[in-house]
């Protein structure tokens, strides 16, 4: 019998969401354990003394914060792994932005413990995955940790996004819109997902029920988190952009859009650019290489627009267009152990070139058209 590489749906054991959840931790460690070593951002360590490790301590259970060092590295993964250690910790709590989370993550897999994870902001939907990115002391990239299972419990309390700064949750929007689009064209292609297994069909249902909930809620929940106000809206963006677009993309895949956002990184003035910035030009690009039909793409643009995000090179805080420089932009995007190969026909980094400068010339047009 011939083998064949399996289709897989990848997920967070438990995913919770809601008001209030940050005084509730203790209602999720007791499944886990009854010592809580808590990883939290320096700009949460107050509240999380006050509120998380007091319920703790309320309910019986031990726990102890400790402020993140900003950086995701092998150090600090180490430091904070014999802390826990020495404290007698049988589960990791991450509290704070993308870094936090995965030293979390890392430090949970090293030392072998449960890990329940509480995203700050909805910048990504990096929570939910099964993978953390490691950097060296200076703060450049350095390796991908993939991890061989999911986080526990991915904990998303609502009132607490709601006052992260606009910008960042924006950002997660773009990210999650691309979700459906990649995960599309690789269910077409029969391409590799992020756990280098085939796609699924749940995934790329996942996607599309992410994609959906972007769409009729973008309005409201744009109005709630600019207000800072937890509203049902924002709890159903908030769903799509950290749980359906993180399982969506690890379980459907990823195409066009990530590889032109990893391509953008060689471009010093995009350095500023959050990461949902970048993969939204990404997927207008990908529109534009697969001729999507016209109603998708201004379905696409309109939530750019209510979003608050770049759609061109311009916004994203490109001075100057140089040939050069973005023709080397689609060479990296084209690498062969990229995302790229998910498309369902292929493409040449000519064709990445060229498909960019076109979806630059469209999200001017869509500008121009739709001033004030």
């Known amino acids: 019998m011939v083998e064949t590489t399996p289709r897989t749906v990848a997920s967070p054991k438990k995913f919770v969401i809601g008001t209030g959840l940050l005084a509730q931790l203790h ?39 400790e402020k993140f060092n900003r950086e995701c590295t092998d150090a600090e993964i180490k430091r904070l792994g014999e802390l826990a250690k020495k404290q007698g910790a049988n589960v990791i709590v991450g509290i704070g932005g993308g870094k936090t989370l995965d030293t979390s993550k890392a430090v949970a897999h090293y030392y072998k413990l449960p890990i329940i994870l509480y995203p700050t902001i909805a910048s990504t939907d990096a929570p939910c995955i099964a993978l953390a990115v490691i950097y060296t002391e200076s703060g450049e990239f350095d390796r991908y940790l993939f ?76 109005d709630a988190v600019r207000n800072k106000v937890p509203t049902r809206a924002l709890e159903e963006m908030v769903e799509a952009t950290i749980y359906l677009s993180g399982t969506g993309a690890e379980t459907g895949g990823l195409a066009a859009a990530h590889a032109v956002h990893n391509g953008m990184t060689a471009i010093e003035d995009l350095h500023h650019a959050q990461h949902g910035e970048k993969v939204v030009f990404g997927l207008m690009t990908q529109l534009v290489l697969e001729n999507a039909p016209k109603e998708e793409i201004e379905e696409v643009l309109r939530v750019v627009r209510v979003a608050g995000l770049p759609m061109t090179l311009k916004e994203l805080g490109v001075k100057e267009f140089v040939e050069a420089d973005w023709r080397k932009v689609a060479e990296i995007a084209c690498d062969k152990n990229d995302t790229m190969g998910n498309l369902p026909f292929k493409v040449t980094p000519d064709d990445v070139y060229h498909a960019m400068v076109a979806a630059n010339a469209l999200g001017e047009r869509y500008r121009a058209e739709h001033q004030g």
Not at 35 to 47: G, L, Q, T, V
Not at 150 to 168: K, L, Q, Y
Request: include cysteine; charged fraction near 25%.
């Open 27 to 65: 209602d999720v460690v007791k499944d886990f354990g009854d010592n809580a070593f808590i990883i939290s951002d320096e700009f949460f360590i107050e509240r999380v003394q006050k509120e998380s490790v007091a319920g703790l301590e309320k309910a019986g259970l031990k726990g102890k914060a």
């Open 147 to 222: 991890l061989p299972q999911n986080p526990d419990v991915v904990v998303a309390d609502t009132s607490v996004i709601a006052g992260a700064p606009v910008r960042f949750f924006a950002a997660g929007i773009g990210d999650a819109l691309s979700t459906y689009f990649e995960a599309r064209a690789c269910h077409q292609a029969d391409g590799m997902n992020l756990s280098c297994k085939r796609p699924s069909r749940t995934g790329l249902g996942l996607a599309r029920m992410c994609y959906d909930l972007v769409c009729k809620n973008v309005d409201l929940a744009m």
